[in-house]
């Protein structure tokens, strides 16, 4: 059974984690964008998340990744966040959402756009087989 969008991200389990922008515009506007966006990601979600595959298209992403272990989670990275926050699920998606939208600002600055970027509430599906891991990755890659 396929799981999407407003699940939680619950500790050590994989998904499918993917979006695309508004109005079918570019996510990515130049080279260095791809560079950006993977700081980013790194900077707000290394943390929370083991990221096995990934691939950047110029109007979306995809991400197979599987969240770390609760006992992971560093009080620093609560810190980072500036909250606190005791359900793994809330850190994680409150960790996207900075995610998200320190990309779409730098975006918005550089394209002299205003506005979303992304479409509302990213796409996620909870893998819970590991047939279904396998085809995720090929997809991906």
Same mark, same amino acid.
Request: charged fraction near 25%; glycine fraction near 2%; aromatic fraction near 20%.
């Given at each position: 059974?396929?799981?999407?969008?407003?699940?939680?991200?619950?500790?050590?389990?994989?998904?499918? &984690?993917?979006? @695309? =922008?508004?109005?079918?515009?570019?996510?990515?506007?130049?080279?260095?964008?791809?560079?950006?966006?993977?700081?980013?990601?790194?900077?707000?979600?290394? %943390?929370?998340? %083991?990221?096995?595959?990934?691939?950047?298209?110029?109007? /979306? +992403? /995809?991400?197979?990744? !599987?969240? !770390?272990? #609760?006992?992971?989670?560093?009080?620093?990275?609560? *810190?980072?966040?500036? !909250?606190? $926050?005791?359900?793994?699920?809330?850190?994680?998606?409150?960790?996207?959402?900075?995610? +998200?939208?320190?990309?779409?600002?730098? &975006?918005? !600055?550089?394209?002299? @756009?205003?506005?979303? $970027?992304?479409?509302?509430?990213?796409?996620?599906? *909870?893998?819970? %087989?590991?047939?279904? #891991? #396998?085809? =995720?990755?090929?997809?991906?890659?």
């Amino acid at each position: 059974m396929e799981q999407i969008h407003y699940q939680p991200l619950f500790p050590n389990q994989y998904y499918h &984690i993917y979006n @695309r =922008c508004n109005n079918s515009e570019n996510l990515f506007y130049n080279e260095e964008n791809y560079s950006f966006f993977l700081r980013k990601y790194d900077y707000y979600l290394s %943390d929370y998340l %083991d990221t096995y595959a990934y691939c950047l298209l110029p109007n /979306h +992403f /995809h991400l197979l990744v !599987k969240v !770390k272990r #609760l006992e992971i989670f560093k009080l620093s990275t609560f *810190l980072k966040l500036g !909250k606190t $926050l005791e359900d793994p699920s809330q850190i994680v998606s409150e960790a996207f959402r900075r995610f +998200f939208m320190s990309y779409s600002k730098a &975006i918005n !600055k550089q394209s002299n @756009r205003t506005g979303s $970027l992304f479409q509302k509430n990213f796409k996620r599906k *909870l893998i819970e %087989d590991k047939g279904y #891991l #396998l085809t =995720c990755a090929k997809y991906i890659h």
